[in-house]
């Protein structure tokens, strides 16, 4: 399951480092906005929506723009976005899952497509590549500025729920049942670990090594599908 964060990290750092605070804002006011709208605007009745605003407030998202953007999904204004996912094959026959939050799918498909085909890319049909990968809860908890115990983290990851724990260069990656993913990043959190993002994922099951001559166009495509306001993640099965 680890093999897939050397691409994971570049899309990380690329959104880290991005100055268009505006673009990074639009795509997480369509979480929130579906967030709420899927399960309600009350956050404490609602830890998907918790997990959403966590990831504004660590974007530094103004409050007033978080509360918009839940006001539209009670009704005050606004689009009414809906969830699509797109499935192909990038450079090198990588499976990638591409989910997007718009309310014009005819421009998003036409986004993603030439995101696909401009890099050697090909789409596929609905449930081409879903069925290698496996939803689960993902917890990063950064080893910078930490002194952290593998073994205690692994026992209190298991107390706290978690299903798996794996050993990265800087950083554990925590995996957890999707459904249970609120209760063990706040678990962690109690017991004093700084975690850098908590979120459900699409984890590979098996990978594929991106071939040398590929990569370029492999981080290409990633960078094209990222520049689009509707898509909200990419997930590649990329070694």
Request: charge should be negative; charged fraction near 30%.
């Amino acid at each position: 399951m680890s093999g897939h964060s050397k691409w994971h990290n570049i899309q990380g750092r690329k959104n880290a480092q991005d100055a268009k605070r505006g673009k990074i804002f639009q795509k997480i006011s369509k979480e929130l906005y579906v967030a709420a709208k899927a399960g309600g605007p009350d956050p404490s009745g609602n830890p998907n929506l918790r997990l959403v605003m966590e990831k504004a407030k660590q974007a530094n998202m103004p409050k007033d723009n978080i509360k918009r953007a839940i006001d539209k999904a009670s009704g005050v204004g606004g689009a009414n976005y809906e969830e699509i996912v797109y499935e192909g094959y990038g450079p090198g026959g990588v499976a990638v899952l591409v989910y997007a939050l718009t309310d014009n799918k005819n421009r998003t498909a036409t986004e993603v497509r030439m995101a696909f085909n401009r890099n050697g890319g090909t789409m596929g049909e609905t449930g081409s590549v879903s069925y290698m990968f496996s939803r689960k809860g993902e917890i990063i908890i950064p080893k910078e500025d930490q002194d952290l115990d593998e073994d205690q983290l692994t026992l209190d990851a298991l107390d706290a729920g978690a299903d798996d724990i794996v050993n990265e260069d800087d950083y554990y990656t925590i995996y957890t049942d999707p459904k249970s993913l609120n209760e063990v990043k706040e678990s962690l959190e109690k017991s004093g670990y700084v975690l850098s993002s908590a979120e459900v994922s699409m984890i590979p099951n098996v990978t594929t090594k991106v071939p040398e001559d590929k990569e370029e166009k492999f981080e290409h495509m990633l960078d094209a599908l990222d520049d689009s306001d509707d898509v909200s993640d990419v997930y590649t099965a990329a070694e």
